[in-house]
Antibody
Framework: QVQLQESGPGLVKPSETLSLTCTVSGYSISSGYFWGWIRQPPGKGLEWIGSIYHSGSIYYNPSLKSRVTMSVDTSMNQFSLKLSSVTAADTAFYYC????????????WGQGTLVTVSS | QTVVTQEPSFSVSPGGTVTLTCGLTSGSVSTTYYPSWYQQTPGQAPRTLIYSTNTRSSGVPDRFSGSILGNKAALTITGAQADDESDYYCVLYMTPGIWVFGGGTKVTVL
């Protein structure tokens, strides 16, 4: 059974960089699939942030592209998200998910982690 | 910039049928957008219901079905139950490699 778990600081100061890691169990990242990040401000809708393939192909949401960096660590079976120059608008639940590229759907999802941007 | 549209809210009676839609501010949704649907209850991660327009994810009851209706993707709940009261999100694949979520529909069963 494939499981994903987000981890990282729950509080980030404005203008700093948000860093999160998604640890995958039950499946080797290097075996395939895209891996993605999605966020959800409290009480609002979902927003796709970006997706990465184990070989390094990356796609970012155009609205966040200038601030987002994603990477994969196949040795740790993890992938990561960095979002720079954060503001209060980046306060959200951050989810990681596996993406089946051929049919373009997100499953499974991690349980999500709340990141608050505040001084 | 193309926006994915969903009805903000819907109400359905227990046992009733409701159809949620997923459209575009510019253009029509087709199977090439690989519409998928997710159910989310408060405090929980989204759960996959439908992918690739009309394929139910493992374990999803057959009262949930997906289709293309006119120029939109659609999610139909037939025989709504109390625990179907949730937020429902669609997502469309915009080539190349870009996914866009709709704003979500809040479904109330009463």
């Amino acid at each position: 059974q494939v499981q994903l778990q987000e981890s990282g600081p729950g509080l980030v100061k404005p203008s700093e960089t948000l860093s999160l890691t998604c640890t995958v169990s039950g499946y080797s990242i290097s075996s395939g699939y895209f891996w993605g990040w999605i966020r959800q401000p409290p009480g609002k809708g979902l927003e796709w942030i970006g997706s990465i393939y184990h070989s390094g192909s990356i796609y970012y949401n155009p609205s966040l592209k200038s601030r987002v960096t994603m990477s994969v660590d196949t040795s740790m079976n993890q992938f990561s998200l960095k979002l720079s120059s954060v503001t209060a608008a980046d306060t959200a639940f951050y989810y990681c998910a596996r993406i089946t590229y051929a049919t373009n759907w997100f499953d499974p999802w991690g349980q999500g982690t709340l990141v608050t941007v505040s001084s | 910039q193309t926006v994915v549209t969903q009805e903000p809210s819907f109400s359905v009676s227990p046992g009733g049928t409701v159809t949620l839609t997923c459209g575009l501010t510019s253009g029509s949704v087709s199977t090439t957008y690989y519409p998928s649907w997710y159910q989310q209850t408060p405090g929980q991660a989204p759960r996959t219901l439908i992918y690739s327009t009309n394929t139910r994810s493992s374990g999803v009851p057959d009262r949930f079905s997906g289709s293309i209706l006119g120029n939109k993707a659609a999610l139909t709940i037939t025989g709504a139950q109390a625990d179907d009261e949730s937020d429902y999100y669609c997502v469309l694949y915009m080539t190349p490699g870009i996914w866009v979520f709709g704003g979500g529909t809040k479904v109330t069963v009463l």
